[in-house]
């Protein structure tokens, strides 16, 4: 099991930044990749930027060249950064924390989630 732990969400204007931080305990050694996910008011969780193997990254276009997600590993938890810049209006949403588990017997993975995070910008 891996438990996952949002911070650093919050209210700011539009043009601002925000960093959001995900700190992972638990199987740690079995997380394969990981991400942030957001869901807008009303509207379903959707991905938003992804980290494999820790250097491998993809992110949503909406956010491609505004927001960095990093990784950083310690011996007993794995951080997560979500860097955003430039937020604007439609990045209202709550931001969730994403880790995918290998099982520990057999193939596959499981994902596990955090509590979320609001971030709200205003226009």
């Known amino acids: 099991q891996v438990q996952l732990v949002e911070s650093g969400g919050g209210l700011v204007q539009a043009g601002g930044s925000l960093r959001l931080s995900c700190t992972a305990s638990g199987s740690i050694d079995r997380i394969s990749a990981m991400g942030w996910y957001r869901q807008p008011p009303g509207r379903q969780r959707e991905s938003v930027a992804r980290i494999v193997s820790g250097s491998s990254t993809d992110y949503a276009d909406s956010v491609k060249g505004r927001f960095t997600i990093s990784r950083d590993n310690a011996k007993n938890s794995v951080y997560l950064y979500l860097q955003m810049n430039s937020l604007k209006p439609e990045d209202t949403a709550v931001y969730y924390c994403?880790?995918?588990?290998?099982?520990?017997?057999?193939?596959?993975?499981?994902?596990?989630w955090g509590q979320g995070t609001q971030v709200t910008v205003s226009s």
């Open positions: 994403s880790a995918d588990v290998l099982h520990r017997l057999g193939p596959g993975s499981s994902r596990s």
